[in-house]
């Protein structure tokens, strides 16, 4: 079989396969927006919302303005991973591995934390850094916060994946690495979790 040959059937193969998964990853990417975003919908009930799709499937900004429960408004950012693309999504699982889903909650009134970073990147403290073990992960704190962070985070379901929070001025930050869908549910259960020990209702 000459090279021409070859050539012609890796064409032929890419051009079948092409089209498959780009309906199959799309198809995916639009399955995992749609829960996540109907999650959070259900959680905070905004009184507005705004939505703009990153790309054709991969991911959302979105912006709730809620204004109940001394919650002010949510930014969520959900970024994933190109499974549509053949030649790209190989290449994202093994740089960027996972998809990313951000939070930013702003309250209504500083809720007493401390500023601090909690964090599985050094370079995101810049001074009192402590590290951290927990469940056999490294993690470094830095800043001072007045609450007990394992406590407040002890019920998420995918800790591994967490990579961090952070609080500064009524602000909130939660950020995940994961594919699970549940990890909406991690970032709600860490906002009640926060909002019970500070007694906000």
């Not at 000459?2 to 193969?13: M, R, S």
């Not at 960027?96 to 401390?114: A, R, S, Y």
Request: proline share 2%; aromatic share 12%; glycine share 2%.
């Amino acid at each position: 079989m000459d090279l021409y040959t070859i050539a012609f059937i890796v064409i032929v193969i890419l051009a079948i396969a092409m089209p498959i998964v780009f309906f199959k990853g799309h198809n995916e990417n639009v399955r995992r927006m749609k829960i996540i975003s109907k999650r959070l919908e259900d959680y905070l009930k905004p009184a507005n919302k705004e939505y703009v799709l990153l790309g054709t499937s991969v991911g959302f900004r979105a912006l709730f303005t809620v204004n109940r429960d001394n919650i002010n408004k949510v930014e969520a950012v959900l970024i994933l991973l190109p499974r549509q693309s053949l030649i790209y999504y190989p290449i994202s699982r093994l740089t960027t591995k996972h998809d990313k889903f951000i939070v930013k909650v702003e309250f209504t009134k500083d809720l007493g934390l401390g500023r601090f970073t909690f964090t599985k990147s050094i370079k995101r403290c810049s001074s009192d850094v402590k590290s951290i073990n927990y469940n056999r992960r490294k993690y470094y704190l830095c800043g001072n916060p007045r609450w007990d962070i394992i406590k407040v985070l002890s019920s998420i379901r995918n800790w591994k994946y967490l990579y961090e929070v952070s609080y500064e001025k009524r602000t909130l930050f939660i950020e995940f690495l994961t594919s699970k869908d549940t990890v909406v549910d991690d970032i709600i259960d860490i906002i009640n979790n926060i909002k019970s020990l500070f007694s906000i209702k």
